[in-house]
Every structure is written in C-alpha cells, then in structure tokens.
C-alpha cells in the first residue's frame, strides 16, 4: 500500500510534468508564432519592392533561420531578398535556395498588390503635400492608378490649379497627371490664422523633401526658429536647391528660407 508520504510526492511530481509539458506547450506557440510574423514581414517586404513584388519567392523561418525558395530573373535580385531576409529582428542566417531564371515569367498578384500599395502611398504624399502648402487647393480630390494622377474637384483661382498641379507632378512616384480641376473664385479658402509650431515645420519640411521627385532631402539639414526656416547640406545642382527653397517657402507657418549654407 502506497503511504501518504509516497502519494504526496506522486502527486507532485505528475503535477511538475505537467506543468512542465504546459510550459514547452508555451514556448513552442509563442516560436511559432514570432517564426509566423518573421515569414510575413520578409514576404510582405518582398511583395512591395519593386524589384522582388513580382517573384515567387517562398519563405520558411526555423528558429531564427530563413530558408528562402523560388525564382527570381537576375542575380541582383537573389541576393536583395537574402538581405531583406536579414534584415528582419531575429532572422541570424539565411539559406538561400532561390533559382535565377533567366526567362522567368513574373507572376501578377503580387505585383498587383504592390501597386496598388504604391497608389496608396502616392495619393497619401500628395495629399499631404497640398494639405501643408500654402497653395489654396480648396476642394481637391487625388485618385492614383498605376502612378497616373487624376485630379478633380475647385480651387480658387487658376494660379491655385497650375499650383497644384506642378505640387503633385513633384512628388516621388507620380508618372502623369490628369488634370481635371475647375476653378471657382467661390471657393472656401485655406484658414490663415493657424498656429503652426518650429518643430511641426520642421517635420513638414523634411517629409516635403522626402516626398520630392527632384530632392535628394537625406542631404539636407532643416532647422527652424521662430518660423525661419535654415536649410544646410550639399544638394545636385542649383535646379535642385532652388527647388528645395521654393517647396519650403511654401509651406505654410513658413516665414522666409535661410539657405545660404545649402551648396552644390
């Protein structure tokens, strides 16, 4: 007969097993699941670059390892997905399987998806962009497909149509423009008493210049105080620097531009 002593310590010892097989039950959901997340940040990565979106290419993660698989058309772009691979948080080696086929016939599904990304990114950045400019672009609406532009809505004035025109031309990834804008002189005005603070303009600034189609902004130090707005760095050419100005200047809570130390 089994003493209590001995059935305590039974007991126990079936209860710490159990735990302990909960405890692995644990970590090995939660491996699964941050390997879940890894495979999809390096395919959603994949499926919005322009290079690798129209590809496929299939992705394994096993503790911290990236098997990658498929096909690509050139060498370069074999080697770009290892290192988006890579550069995911926890990924420390990549076994790169990818075959480099010449003739490869991409697929469109994923290109479709990363356009339409793109599209998104677009309309959102000059959007943004006539939102932040002084440019009274009243009622203006911003459709993107396949990087073409269509514009349609009132504005105030014809200067205020060529205005924003040429602002969403300049921005990075726009291909064309439809303009299809028609002016009202009835039209609501942009409100002027706002309050815009140095650091918001600052912010504004630099997303201007990132958002630009012909201005290298990683180049260019901004700094504002008390609305001035201080432009340093080395940019391309004089075309490029007067750009830079002119995007500054009209921004709105922009006073005047400082940019004597912007060199080409």
Known sequence: MIN???????????????????SFAHADAKQDLTEARQETQI???YALSPYLRAHDIKVDVDNGKATLSGNVDEDVNKE????????????KEVDNKIVVQADYVPKASNKDYGQ???????????KSRLAWSKVDSGNVSVETKAGRVT????????????????????????????????VNSKGK????????????????????????????????????????????GKVSSGAERALAVELAENLRGVKSVNAKELTF
Do not use: P
């Open 4 to 22: 209590a002593s001995k059935k305590l310590i039974m007991t126990s010892a079936i209860a710490c097993s159990l735990a302990s097989l909960g």
């Open 43 to 45: 395919w959603t990565t």
């Open 80 to 91: 770009l997905a290892k290192q988006i691979a890579l550069g995911v948080s926890g990924i």
């Open 116 to 126: 339409a990304i793109d599209d998104a990114t677009v309309t959102t950045a000059a």
């Open 151 to 182: 514009l349609t809505g009132e504005v105030a004035s014809a200067e205020a149509k060529e205005a924003v025109v040429r602002l969403v031309k300049g921005t990075r990834g726009v291909v064309s423009v439809n303009n299809q804008l028609v």
């Open 189 to 232: 005005a942009a409100d002027s008493t706002q309050v815009f603070t140095d650091s918001w303009i600052t912010t504004k600034v630099k997303s201007i210049f990132f958002y630009s189609s012909n201005v290298s902004g990683s180049d260019i130090d901004v700094s504002t105080l008390n609305g001035v707005v201080t432009l340093k």
